[in-house]
């Protein structure tokens, strides 16, 4: 596969060295923060073009912190555009490495002001991330989605980050989203919220064909287990902690007690509710997803045999082919992306067995 690589629109890739490859992530039960996607390439530094102490260089004079990296695949859509965060000489190879990252890093890690009441934990983080000019970001479907089942669950909280707030903004992100069974991540450059819905339909219309499987693994992982949650509300003049009784019961008495982190919700919090029948239903969903062992699927693909763009949380299956090469049914799952590692000749994929 030939990737076109271009520095500030300037096509450099002749002096590249190393393949492009990036990776997506997210939790399988929802406590991680967003993963920013991050690229390393490595430059033949000819006639120091890329060494920025050299007259002959592309960065001779200027910050390197302000060029912009291009990767296009061979059919020339971009496959990956940022800034460069680090820039390295190294002396003994005579190469330079240079290091790009999603410009949102730089907005995530900042604390911020935000006081407004009455709204879904979804409709706080689309209008923090408009507060803060990342509207160009939001994936609208995914957030109206989750907008619209918390709205019916009646889940309504109040957001009260004072200017003396030392939360960061991402941090502050990531805390609705599980609070409420969602799921914010980054993919394809869009910000999407996934609501973890166990009544939803999945429909896949992606079937990985057998000949493009390099390898595949099927595992599973009891150490993902979460049965119980807590929120801890005000109630009068005093506290009271929302748990599970009946939802999750079977799974407590076979594998014991794993519960998520409690979260708090009282008036000294940052985030407060009273909304107790939707945060019943959130911690049912959180638990739905989590309350049981889950089947996992690693597969390498070949890109050359099977072109897809695939992102994270992305559902799939595997043709019925792949049944005879293994000789067991998987073909018979459909399977949701958690991990995503592509380089330019494979991309290897972790999904988890849908419920």
């Not at 490495?97 to 879904?120: E, H, P």
């Not at 993902?224 to 929302?242: D, L, P, R, S």
């Not at 239903?281 to 062992?293: N, T, V």
Request: hydrophobic fraction near 35%; include cysteine; charged fraction near 20%.
């Amino acid at each position: 596969m030939a990737y076109t690589y271009k520095l500030d629109g300037v096509d450099i890739s002749e002096y590249v060295s190393s393949q492009f490859s990036y990776s997506e992530e997210v939790s399988l039960i929802g406590e991680d923060t967003i993963r920013l996607p991050s690229f390393t390439i490595e430059l033949w530094n000819y006639i120091g073009m890329f060494n920025k102490y050299s007259p002959n260089s592309m960065f001779y004079g200027s910050n390197p912190a302000e060029g912009i990296i291009k990767v296009y695949d061979e059919l020339g859509f971009v496959r990956y555009t940022e800034k460069i965060r680090d820039w390295k000489y190294d002396r003994t190879t005579n190469k330079v490495s240079i290091t790009s990252v999603n410009s949102l890093d730089s907005i995530f890690d900042k604390t911020f002001i935000y006081l407004t009441s009455g709204l879904t934990p979804a409709e706080h983080i689309r209008d923090i991330l408009i507060l803060y000019d990342l509207k160009s970001y939001i994936d609208y479907h995914t957030f109206n989605n989750a907008i619209a089942i918390q709205q019916t669950e009646g889940l309504l909280v109040d957001c009260n980050y004072y200017i003396d707030n030392t939360t960061t903004l991402i941090n502050a992100i990531q805390e609705l989203a599980e609070m409420s069974g969602c799921d914010c991540f980054l993919a394809g450059n869009q910000i999407k919220l996934l609501q973890h819905n166990p009544d939803e339909v999945i429909i896949s219309e992606i079937e990985i064909n057998y000949y493009a499987i390099q390898s595949l693994v099927l595992y599973d992982d009891s150490g993902n287990i979460k049965n119980q949650y807590g929120y801890t509300v005000n109630v009068g003049e005093g506290e009271y902690t929302i748990k599970d009784y009946e939802y999750s019961r079977t799974s407590r008495q076979k594998y014991g007690e794993q519960s998520y982190s409690s979260i708090s919700l009282t008036n000294s919090s940052q985030i407060t509710s009273i909304a107790l029948a939707g945060l019943i239903d959130a911690g049912c969903k959180r638990l739905h997803r989590s309350q049981e062992p889950r089947d996992y699927l690693q597969i390498t693909i070949v890109n050359s045999l099977y072109k897809y763009p695939f992102q994270v949380m992305d559902y799939f299956k595997l043709e019925t082919e792949v049944d005879n090469t293994i000789e067991c049914n998987v073909s018979d799952y459909t399977w949701q992306i958690l991990r995503i590692n592509f380089n330019e000749s494979i991309t290897e994929i972790i999904a988890a067995r849908c419920i």
